[in-house]
């Protein structure tokens, strides 16, 4: 059973910092693309980050890039997101979702369609 779990959400001051995890399990994360997708009220769902397992490259949104780092931790099939210099807009329900291993470079994670796998979500707010 592919189950996907979000932790490390919270409330944070403007410019501050935090990591979320995605724990899996039922699955190798080597066989697997890795997305993060972000949703505000009222907003679509949209894609901020993936982490490919066929090279292990990383792609980000213009709207987080320089700003949030994907990495993954293959020995506790974890794959992480450490956000820095965080801004209100920025908050919303984070959610991690797993699809096919070649989907992150073709440029197909930017829309959720594409995973087939999704965790429950994480709450990030920032706000003063």
Do not use: H
Not at 44 to 65: F, I, N, P, Q
Not at 67 to 87: G, P, W
Request: proline share 4%.
């Amino acid at each position: 059973q592919l189950q996907l779990v979000e932790s490390g959400g919270g409330l944070v001051q403007p410019g501050g910092s935090l990591r979320l995890s995605c724990a899996a399990s039922g699955f190798t994360l080597d066989y697997t693309a890795i997305g993060w997708f972000r949703q505000a009220p009222g907003k679509e769902r949209e894609g901020v980050s993936c982490l490919s397992s066929s090279d292990g490259s990383t792609y980000y949104a213009d709207s987080v890039k320089d700003r949030f780092t994907i990495s993954r931790d293959n020995a506790k099939n974890t794959v992480y997101l450490e956000m820095n210099t965080l801004k209100p807009e920025d908050t919303g329900v984070y959610y991690c979702a797993a699809g096919p291993r070649l989907l992150c470079w073709n440029g197909r994670w930017r829309a959720p369609s594409g995973f087939g796998s999704w965790g429950q979500g994480t709450q990030v707010t920032v706000s003063s």
